[in-house]
């Protein structure tokens, strides 16, 4: 199984990018996918999930900002970054997540974003 990010880049204060993760390989259902962002010198941190009844989860600082969702025929999750902050900048990782079993915990490599001027 891998699951590989894009749409990364760099953007301007409030600007928009969307980031795609594409999963490919079997993996089972039901289970959660997920976007973290590490930035540097800190911790990597949840920004948003979404479970494949479709419920959503997201991160206080990224509310109203930012929208996750799945295309499951596709095999892909989205999220959706609109009016960007320079605090945005980081790696981020997309996550598939299942935590009965048969459970898994994959990651994807990262794509990073940077907000600047």
């Known amino acids: 199984v891998q699951l590989a990010e894009s749409g990364g880049g760099l953007v301007q204060p409030g600007g928009s990018l969307r980031l795609s993760c594409a999963v490919s390989?079997?993996?089972?259902?039901?289970?959660?996918m997920n976007w973290y962002r590490q930035a540097p010198g800190k911790e990597r941190e949840l920004v948003a999930g979404?479970?494949?009844?479709?419920?959503?989860n997201y991160a206080v600082s990224v509310k109203g900002r930012f929208t996750i969702s799945r295309d499951n025929a596709k095999n892909t999750v989205y999220l959706q970054m609109n009016s960007l902050k320079r605090e945005d900048t980081a790696v981020y990782y997309c996550?598939?997540?299942?935590?009965?079993?048969?459970?898994?915990?994959?990651w994807g490599q990262g794509t990073q974003v940077t907000v600047s001027s």
């Open positions: 996550n598939a997540y299942k935590g009965s079993w048969p459970s898994y915990d994959y």
């Open positions: 390989g079997y993996i089972f259902s039901p289970n959660t």
């Open positions: 979404i479970n494949s009844s479709g419920s959503t």
